[in-house]
């Protein structure tokens, strides 16, 4: 059973802003997996129905960053995965579902932070992330709790966005 109402218009608006997240650093990809992830994920946002497309996409972009050559290309097919996987955001007040909406910005933090070199850029781009957020996602964000605290950078990224987002 659902815990609150979530429409297919808010999950596309999710699912459209992690993909945004994901596009930004696509140039890294170094496999054609995590792309058919982000196509997915745009079939969706542009008003296809939710299938086996994204699911398989998804984990296909995920299976991607295990074989990917460095670990900023690891990350944003990370990113990919996870945008298309946030079409299958649901309706559970749990933490875990957070990352359906944030996971992809996250990940494209992270995989800046790993090709700069710099941990300040991974900063500003969990600060254009969450000046970018749409009210709608937001709003969504704001129905379930808070993102789970982890020891990884990329839930660590996680945690510092939804914080940020939050306080907004």
């Avoid at 459209?16 to 058919?36: F, H, I, K, W």
């Avoid at 946030?86 to 944030?102: D, E, R, S």
């Avoid at 950078?153 to 996680?158: C, F, G, L, S």
């Avoid at 510092?160 to 907004?168: C, P």
Wanted: aromatic share 4%.
């Amino acid at each position: 059973m659902p815990d609150f109402d979530l429409t297919i218009a808010e999950i596309r608006a999710v699912t459209e802003y992690a993909l945004a997240a994901a596009r930004r650093v696509s140039g890294l990809l170094d496999d054609p997996r995590p792309r058919a992830a982000l196509d997915a994920a745009a079939l969706f946002v542009d008003g296809a129905p939710r299938s086996t497309l994204q699911r398989t996409a998804a984990l296909d972009a995920h299976r991607a960053a295990h074989d990917a050559a460095s670990e900023s290309a690891a990350c944003a097919a990370h990113a990919a995965g996870d945008a298309c996987a946030a079409a299958y955001l649901h309706p559970l007040a749990q933490a875990t579902q957070v990352g359906h909406i944030l996971r992809a910005s996250a990940y494209a933090a992270v995989a800046v932070e790993l090709a700069d070199d710099d941990p300040a850029a991974g900063d500003r781009i969990v600060a254009e992330e969450a000046r970018r957020m749409p009210a709608v996602v937001l709003d969504v964000l704001r129905r379930y709790p808070s993102a789970p605290t982890g020891r990884t950078r990329v839930a660590q990224r996680m945690t510092m966005l939804d914080g940020l987002l939050r306080s907004r």
